[in-house]
Nanobody, 121 residues
Framework: QVQLVESGGGLVQPGGSLRLSCAAA????????MSWYRQSPGKEREWVAS???????FYTDSVQGRFTISRDNARDTVYLQMDSLQPEDTAVYYC???????????????WGQGTQVTVSS
């Protein structure tokens, strides 16, 4: 069984920074694309950023230049460094990976449990 464990959320003032982490645990064998999504109250979940196995990163326009996604393949972990945070970045942030379970041998998407990020003065 594969689990994703997120950490790093919290309350920060506008202009501040936070770093989110998401570690894959359990019977994960191979991890391909890794991504972050977020969901604000009353809104649909939206894609934020992705990083490929080669390290190429992609961002939604609203976070380009402020957020940085990275991965540590040795630790099966993806990070999201968030700088210059604004109130509109307030949301629950979820990580998602595309990977293979070594036990079931299935390749599928897995979601983290979510971590709250609140940007407020």
């Amino acid at each position: 069984q594969v689990q994703l464990v997120e950490s790093g959320g919290g309350l920060v003032q506008p202009g501040g920074s936070l770093r989110l982490s998401c570690a894959a645990a359990g019977s994960i064998a191979n991890i391909y694309d890794m991504s972050w999504y977020r969901q604000s109250p009353g809104k649909e979940r939206e894609w934020v950023a992705s990083v490929s196995t080669s390290g190429t990163s992609f961002y939604t326009d609203s976070v380009q230049g402020r957020f940085t996604i990275s991965r540590d393949n040795a630790r099966d972990t993806v990070y999201l460094q968030m700088d210059s945070l604004q109130p509109e970045d307030t949301a629950v942030y979820y990580c998602k990976i595309y990977g293979r379970d070594s036990y079931s041998r299935k390749t599928q998407y897995y979601w983290g449990q979510g971590t709250q990020v609140t940007v407020s003065s």
